[in-house]
Nanobody
Framework: QVQLIESGGGLVQAGGSLRLSCAAS????????MGWFRQAPGKERDFVAA????????VYADSVKGRFTISRDNAKNTAYLQMNSLKPEDTALYYC????????????????WGQGTQVTVSS
């Protein structure tokens, strides 16, 4: 079992930036794929970004590509999501996810999840 603890959410104006952090409980963190998803009220949980073991592979949803950057620091057992040029449509509860097997855009395939952190973007 891997426990994920998220932080960094908040309220920002359109065009602003936030950096989300996801701290994992295990020192074997480097062997897990990491991802970020988001869910707005009444909507399904949508893929945002994912990153491989060594950071050589990253994947982004089309809606955030060029604005968001996923990264990881394996020495700190932590993954990050840097969000720039935020838009009101980015407003959602953001979840960190981890999985030992593979990257996927489908939320159901990820084994471990954080509690979520709220991001609200005002116009």
């Amino acid at each position: 079992q891997v426990q994920l603890i998220e932080s960094g959410g908040g309220l920002v104006q359109a065009g602003g930036s936030l950096r989300l952090s996801c701290a994992a409980s295990r020192d074997t963190f480097s062997r897990y794929y990491m991802g970020w998803f988001r869910q707005a009220p009444g909507k399904e949980r949508d893929f945002v970004a994912a990153i491989g073991w060594s950071s050589a592979i990253t994947v982004y949803a089309d809606s955030v590509k060029g604005r968001f950057t996923i990264s990881r620091d394996n020495a700190k057992n932590t993954a990050y999501l840097q969000m720039n040029s935020l838009k009101p449509e980015d407003t959602a509860l953001y979840y960190c996810a981890a999985d030992p097997l593979s990257l996927s855009r489908r939320a159901a395939t990820w084994n471990y999840w954080g509690q979520g952190t709220q991001v609200t973007v005002s116009s």
